[in-house]
Structure formats: structure tokens, C-alpha cells
């Protein structure tokens, strides 16, 4: 089991900044990659950003050049820095682990975090 927990969103203003952080807890171990995903009002979650334990990334093409994910392994922290926000990215963010063990891929999310970017 891994626990995540989130910090860092609230509400800014057009063209504002944040920081998401998310640190994990319970079976770091199995832990591959961590990412974020948000949910906007009235839409489905989507990915916005992932980091593996080798340190590839990967983001959502509505965050590339905006967004950087980075990743503190020895705090089993996951950040998402967020600059010039735009009200699209008004969502919910989760914070998401994936594990391995012996088998398929669990994922793991945290609570989530409200992120609002007035207009």
C-alpha cells in the first residue's frame, strides 16, 4: 500500500504560479513512477504529468513548456511547479503512484487538491 498526500493548491490569478507537492509514504519500494493528474469540472481525469524512478518524463501536450515535474527520491516527494496558468487548468489534481511488485501495475492516488486560476 502507498499513501499519498498533496499540498500546494489554491487560487491564482491568470498567468500565476504554483507548486504541487506530494509525498509518499508505506511501500515506497514498489513505487516505478509518480505523476500528476487532474480532473477539470465536468471532465474526465487527465494525465498531466509523469516522472519515472529513472527520471523520464512525460507531459500532456495543454501543459508542455508551462509545467515541470520533478522528483526528491530521498523525501519520496513528487512536485509539479505550474507557471503562466491559464483557467483551463482550473481541476482537481491527484497525485498518482505507480507500483510494481511481482505482477500488473497498481496505481495509488492521493486525495486531491483544488487548483482555481481566475479569469
Known amino acids: 500500500q502507498v499513501q499519498l498526500v498533496e499540498s500546494g493548491g489554491g487560487l491564482v490569478e491568470f498567468g500565476g504560479s504554483l507548486r504541487l507537492s506530494c509525498v509518499a509514504s508505506?511501500?515506497?519500494?514498489?513505487?516505478?513512477?509518480m505523476g500528476w493528474y487532474r480532473r477539470p469540472p465536468g471532465k474526465q481525469r487527465e494525465l498531466v504529468a509523469t516522472?519515472?524512478?529513472?527520471?523520464?518524463?512525460n507531459y500532456a501536450d495543454s501543459v508542455t513548456g508551462r509545467f515541470t515535474i520533478s522528483r526528491d527520491n530521498a523525501k519520496n516527494t513528487v512536485s509539479l511547479q505550474m507557471n503562466n496558468l491559464k483557467p483551463e487548468d482550473t481541476a482537481v489534481y491527484y497525485c498518482?503512484?505507480?507500483?510494481?511488485?511481482?505482477?500488473?501495475?497498481?496505481?495509488?492516488w492521493g486525495q486531491g487538491t483544488q487548483v482555481t486560476v481566475s479569469s
Open positions: 508505506g511501500s515506497i519500494f514498489s513505487i516505478v513512477a
Open positions: 516522472i519515472t524512478n529513472k527520471g523520464m518524463t
Open positions: 498518482n503512484a505507480r507500483t510494481v511488485v511481482a505482477g500488473p501495475f497498481v496505481d495509488y
